[in-house]
């Protein structure tokens, strides 16, 4: 049976990441979800960064830390490329912007050991969930916008624009979500 991976690991991993990766880099994903106000189970950790496949590459392994690239299909929407690896047993994934984001809006967010990470700002943030789409991303968005009231109407043209505005408005009014 699989060891859990317990909070600490993924912070350490997610530390050791954001200081190899610079100021070219900002934590997505479910940790920055938890970050900014809705705090769920994850297992992997995903960041954003403004550098070149190859550069992260490179820093990644000076580091001694195990990767590879991965190309998309541009042309069929996919993403033009992922740098995913494993830090110990935790699985991460580094993507391109894959909407515009603004490197200086960051927010730095000190962990326990008083380690410092980057994460998105929360509009960039909902705006990288409602391109992703899934159902886990809208979810995240519509917990977010609940945090975040204040931010709704500047989001729902962009989930309009991808058709998800009645799918994110019904997970918002779900009497279910707490």
């Known amino acids: 049976m699989a060891r ?28 920055a979800v938890s970050a900014w106000g ?5 297992d992997d950790i995903d960041f954003v960064a403004n550098l ?28 033009a490329w992922c740098v995913s690896g494993t830090v110990g047993r935790i699985v991460f994934d580094i993507l391109p912007p894959l909407v515009p984001l603004d490197f200086g809006r960051a927010v730095t967010v000190t962990l326990s050991r008083g380690r410092a990470i980057r994460v998105v700002d929360l509009d960039g943030l909902l705006r990288l969930k409602l ?9 995240d968005a519509a917990q977010l916008l609940r945090r975040h009231p204040e931010l709704v109407e500047r989001i729902r043209p962009i989930a309009e624009a991808y058709s998800l505005w009645d799918r994110l408005e019904g997970w918002m009014k779900d009497p279910r979500l707490r």
């Open 4 to 31: 859990a991976i317990k909070p600490e690991d993924l912070e350490h991993a997610a530390a050791r990441l954001a200081g190899t990766l610079g100021d070219g880099g900002m934590l997505i994903g479910g940790l």
């Open 38 to 42: 809705y705090v769920r189970a994850t």
């Open 131 to 139: 391109r992703a789409g899934g159902p886990q991303d809208l979810l």
């Open 52 to 79: 070149s496949a190859s550069v992260i590459l490179e820093r990644l392994e000076s580091a001694g830390i195990k990767c590879e690239v991965r190309k998309g299909g541009v042309l069929e929407g996919d993403i």
